[in-house]
């Protein structure tokens, strides 16, 4: 599952890095108002909380992905950033919905 990182500094995040013992080690870099899409909630997590003090990165949604991968077995209100569709969903309990419009999406 990915996750998506929205980035509300006034500068480029670049060389962001995890830290030394972190499994995946990647280094990231995000544009400003940019979005980066991270491979699991606790490698977003540790990203939103490591740059600049914690300011600035904000998780958008529970998860994020094409309508492919939308994820199963969760629970009602999960948001999915649809990067097919490029908005963001809301699973009812049933079905996937447009949380502005409430149309099935």
Do not use: C
């Not at 003090?53 to 950033?81: C, E, K, L, Q, Y």
């Amino acid at each position: 599952m990915t996750i998506r990182l929205l980035n509300t500094n006034n500068l480029p995040a670049t060389g962001i890095n995890p830290p030394a013992n972190w499994p995946n080690g990647k280094q990231y870099s995000i544009p400003v108002s940019g979005t980066l899409d991270v491979a699991g909630v606790d490698e977003a997590a540790m990203l939103a909380g490591q740059h600049n003090g914690g300011a600035g990165f904000f998780i958008v949604g529970d998860s994020s992905g094409p309508t492919s991968a939308r994820p199963v077995n969760i629970r009602i209100g999960w948001m999915h950033v649809d990067t097919t569709l490029n908005k963001t969903v809301t699973f009812d309990g049933s079905t996937w919905r447009d949380p502005a419009t409430g149309a099935v999406v």
